[in-house]
């Protein structure tokens, strides 16, 4: 376990607070079978995973700021744009060197939580709760 979902990364709503904690197992798997060398099929199958349900969580989340006309709406669609960018620069990347995606990943894990749970999303907070 790399990183555990920890109450203070809650944005106030409860599904997508759930999003967030299976985002972040899916991330914690990933780089466990990354570093310890699994197979390609299985690394595989957590990274489809991983960009599914990195869509179907990013939509959720802008479907909302559409519905509370939250403002810095475009700001956070391009963060999510990184994060998909991101991930398919990884996954190519997975194909050649796997100890170099494994660190990428691990970057990512910490960095995306950091960076935009904990800031970008908690800003939507208060526009949620009015
Ligand atoms: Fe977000």
Redesign the pocket.
């Known amino acids: 376990m790399i990183l555990q979902w920890h109450e203070e990364f809650s944005v106030g709503v409860p599904e997508l607070d759930k999003h967030h904690r299976h985002l972040i197992e899916i991330l914690n798997a990933l780089v466990t079978a990354v570093n310890e060398g699994n197979n390609l099929k299985i690394i595989a199958g957590l990274m489809t995973d991983l960009n599914e349900y990195t869509v179907y ?2 939509n959720a ?1 802008e479907a909302l700021f559409i519905k509370v006309q939250y403002p810095h709406v475009t700001q ?1 669609i391009q ?2 744009q990184e994060f998909i960018d991101r991930l398919s620069r990884i996954d190519q990347l997975l194909q050649r060197d796997q100890h170099v995606a494994a660190a990428e990943l691990e970057e990512m894990l910490i960095s995306w939580i950091m960076n ?2 904990l800031t ?2 908690r800003m ?1 907070m208060s526009y949620l709760s009015h």
Request: aromatic share 18%.
């Open positions: 969580h990013f989340e956070h963060e999510h935009h749970i970008s999303d939507y």
